[in-house]
């Protein structure tokens, strides 16, 4: 019961009911473009994770790609609590693609560390047995420098260790290594000092000798000559970078009486006698 133009008050309600349907269509036109939006970004944030599940695993760089699918899993999360709801069947169904493509990975992800981590056993043990062989080369010194090489061979082939485990064993191996051509520095230096004293000798004899140089009796020549070479003889070898200085000044002392002997020979030789006598 009420007092007043009742008539007016129901035409003014026909009219806003009129307006509350139209809002609410667009306003269920609005959510439907929503929703079609979220299940757009859904789906691509779903493509997005089979194209990492379909990639090859064996050029996958597996850090990245994992970086990548959580990043793609924290969109998914986001857009499930903070974007417009979708129906449920299409949720689902997107769902169960991203769910199937993200243990794909994971198990592309754990299948490969599972292999490499084989291999690093694999290497770790082949490089440990040629560190110890390395070190059994110790007692040869220089000797053993060319077995080492070829262990160093066999290294570069035994794989990865990974890099701890590599950078470890490497230093063990060098140092292995190093107790060799430390031998073979000594043993270089060793000689270099005898041979320098072997120079320094033979450099002497070489200005013993040089008088000879102007000496004409070929006997006395000689028998000075003969007495010279054998010292010279039993000296030993020189550097080699001075080899040909003093091997030159020995074969100008020599060269010299050979000459005597020669000119000798030209002056008693009994058949140009005869025929300079004839």
């Given at each position: 019961n009420a007092v007043g133009d009742l008539e007016a008050l129901l035409t003014r309600l026909d009219a806003l009911g009129a307006k509350l349907e139209e809002l609410s269509a667009e306003q269920k036109a609005e959510a439907e473009l929503q929703a079609q939006a979220a299940i757009?970004?859904?789906?691509?944030?779903?493509?997005?994770?089979?194209?990492?599940?379909?990639?090859?695993?064996?050029q996958v760089q597996w850090k990245q790609a994992s970086a990548e699918l959580d990043e793609l899993f924290q969109r998914w999360q986001t857009a499930q609590k903070d974007g417009p709801r979708?129906?449920?069947?299409?949720?689902?169904?997107?769902?169960?693609?991203?769910?199937?493509?993200?243990?794909?990975?994971?198990?592309?992800?754990?299948?490969?560390?599972?292999?490499?981590?084989?291999q690093h056993k694999d290497a770790r043990s082949r490089k440990q047995a040629l560190v110890e062989r390395a070190q059994a080369l110790a007692p040869k010194g220089a000797d053993g420098i060319p077995a080492y090489?070829?262990?160093?061979?066999?290294?570069?082939?035994?794989?990865?260790?990974?890099?701890?485990?590599?950078?470890?064993?490497?230093?063990?191996?060098?140092?292995?290594g190093d107790v060799l051509f430390q031998a073979k520095s000594e043993a270089s230096a060793?000689?270099?000092?005898?041979?320098?004293?072997?120079?320094?000798?033979?450099r002497a004899i070489l200005e013993e000798a040089q008088p000879l140089l102007q000496v004409t009796d070929r006997g006395k020549a000689r028998d000075a000559l003969t007495a010279l070479q054998r010292r010279w003889d039993e000296i030993g070898r020189v550097p080699r970078e001075a080899l040909r200085e003093v091997e030159d000044g020995m074969r100008r002392i020599e060269a010299h009486v050979r000459k005597l002997d020669d000119d000798h020979w030209d002056r008693t030789n009994p058949e140009r006698k005869a025929r300079s006598e004839g």
């Open positions: 757009a970004d859904r789906e691509a944030i779903v493509v997005a994770a089979e194209t990492l599940a379909a990639r090859d695993p064996k979708i129906p449920k069947s299409a949720g689902d169904a997107l769902w169960k693609r991203f769910r199937d493509a993200r243990q794909t990975v994971e198990q592309g992800r754990r299948a490969f560390f599972s292999e490499l981590d084989s090489r070829s262990l160093l061979d066999e290294w570069k082939a035994a794989g990865r260790a990974g890099r701890k485990v590599d950078d470890a064993l490497w230093a063990d191996f060098k140092a292995a060793a000689v270099d000092g005898e041979q320098g004293e072997n120079l320094a000798a033979k």
